[in-house]
Each structure stands twice: as structure tokens, then as C-alpha cells.
């Protein structure tokens, strides 16, 4: 059965994991990732974002619980039948020497590769309307290695979008992008998920970000579900202060918009 077939994509059924010296760290986390829906984690450093996601694509295998993709167990599903459903951009990525941003941008359509060795001109009609679309068709000859952090963000960004997956796992993809670039990419993200029925699970930090562009909000802290829920009943001051330990002044909002901007409040410091 496959994601398109399937109401919820991606399911996390009392998923749990943790280290040799920590091994109750995460979960139990159990949530259901809807189609066209974007889903983002948020927490404080060390909450167990990255690991969540990590578990989400496979490379990690919780201790207990379950990881559905598409109606099945993810572990029971080949490689290329999860690299055509999922794209995976990480935090930190491999930034290969030599290559030029639209030979990087082509290896996004490596899972259709049939026994030939080379691309179709489908595969390169594709690749290049990624760039197009994450506006990187200016560096398309240029080495990657010589583009600036964020110009090579955006590049990988396009990587993924080629590979046209039916779930894209992002992990803080704006970190790195001028506020320009951070809001266009958000854009795209809630765009592929109204308009083409993209999942996507991401982790952000700005919350006044993940609040507009979130269709829900997943809160973790220490790797405990702390809330699960749409951004106005997430992104508030009483449910984010115990959790970051700072105080919250929520500003007046336009009717309409998710949630209240929040702003730490200086005058009266960390909470006790």
C-alpha cells in the first residue's frame, strides 16, 4: 500500500529509543503525520529532535513501538520503496568536492534510476525545476563547495524536492538561511503540502515561524511529548515557558493568524 493510498503516511506507534548511557531517553512518542499536512517538532537543545527524525527515516530502530510508513512497518520496506516515498535533509550535509550544485541537485533522482547509467531527460527536466523553485539555477555550474552555507542549504533543498518523495523529513532547514530565504522556504514547504499533498515533518527553532507555517505543533523537552496539538494551543506562553525556561510576553495578532507573536519578556528575567 502506498503513502498516496494510505490516510496517514507516517505513523509513530509508543516509539521509543535511547543511548547505552541513557537508555530510556526518548518516548514513549506516538503521533500520525496526515497527507498534506506539516507536522514540526520543537524543543530545547538536547529535547531529542534530531534522534526522532533520525528514527522517522531509518537509521535508527526504536527500542519499542513501531514506525508505519504508507499502512506498513517501515523496517519491512525496501530501500528504494523508502527513498521514493521519503527525502531526508538533515542538520549537518556532506558537501561533495568537486561536484557542481546541479550534479548535486540530479543525485535527488538516484531511487528512479533504471539499469541505465545515466539520467533520463525526465530526471533532468525535474532536477532543474527544484532549482527553479528553490532559486538556486544560478549556481547550477558552480562547485558546491565554493557556494556559501546557505546558498548550499538551499541547494541540498533542491536535492530533496527532485527526488519528489511523498514525505519530506527536514531537520532545522532554515538555520542557516537569511530571513529571506528562511520565509520563501516555508512558503514552498506549506505549498507542496496544499498543492501537491506533501507530509512534512520538520524541526524549527523559531517558534513565531513553526507557529504560521505549522499546521501542528509537536513540543518535546528531555524526550517527553510535553504537547501535540495546532500552533494556537501550542505556540503559548503557559505551554513554552515551563519547557524553555524563560518568560513569554504574547503580543496583540491580526485576526486570523495562528498565534500571538511571542517575544521573551527582559524585564523579568529566567523563571525560578
Not at 527526488?163 to 520563501?184: F, K
Amino acid at each position: 500500500m502506498s503513502a498516496q493510498s494510505h490516510q496517514f503516511p507516517l505513523v509513530f506507534r509508543d516509539v521509543c529509543y535511547g543511548y547505552d548511557k541513557r537508555r530510556a531517553f526518548l518516548g514513549p512518542v506516538s503521533f500520525e503525520l496526515g497527507r498534506g499536512e506539516v507536522l514540526a517538532i520543537v524543543g530545547p537543545n538536547g529535547a531529542g529532535k534530531s534522534t526522532l527524525l533520525r528514527i522517522a527515516v531509518g537509521l535508527l530502530a526504536p527500542d519499542k513501538g513501531e514506525v508505519m510508513m504508507g499502512g506498513m512497518s517501515f523496517a519491512e520496506q525496501s530501500t528504494l520503496v523508502q527513498s521514493r516515498m521519503l527525502a531526508y535533509l538533515p542538520q549537518a550535509t556532506p558537501t561533495p568536492v568537486g561536484m557542481s550544485a546541479y550534479e548535486v541537485v540530479l543525485m535527488g533522482r538516484f531511487p528512479y534510476r533504471s539499469w541505465s547509467l545515466f539520467e533520463s531527460s525526465i530526471d533532468h527536466e525535474i532536477a532543474r525545476t527544484a532549482m527553479e523553485t528553490t532559486a538556486t539555477m544560478e549556481f547550477a555550474d558552480r562547485p558546491i563547495d565554493q557556494l556559501s552555507g546557505g546558498e548550499a542549504q538551499r541547494v541540498h533543498i533542491a536535492a530533496a524536492l527532485a527526488q519528489q518523495a511523498e514525505i519530506l523529513v527536514l531537520d532545522e532547514p532554515i538555520a542557516s538561511l537569511d530571513t529571506r530565504h528562511q520565509i520563501e522556504l516555508l512558503q514552498l514547504v506549506t505549498r507542496l503540502a496544499r498543492d501537491k499533498g506533501t507530509s512534512v515533518l520538520i524541526v524549527l527553532h523559531d517558534i513565531n515561524l513553526t507557529a504560521r507555517f505549522a499546521d501542528r505543533v509537536l513540543l518535546l523537552d528531555n524526550g517527553q511529548v510535553v504537547a501535540l496539538g495546532p500552533s494556537r494551543e501550542v505556540a503559548t506562553p503557559g505551554v513554552l515557558e515551563p519547557v524553555f525556561g524563560v518568560r513569554l510576553l504574547a503580543l496583540s495578532t491580526n485576526p486570523g493568524e495562528k498565534a500571538a507573536w511571542l517575544v521573551p519578556d527582559l524585564d523579568q528575567g529566567e523563571l525560578e
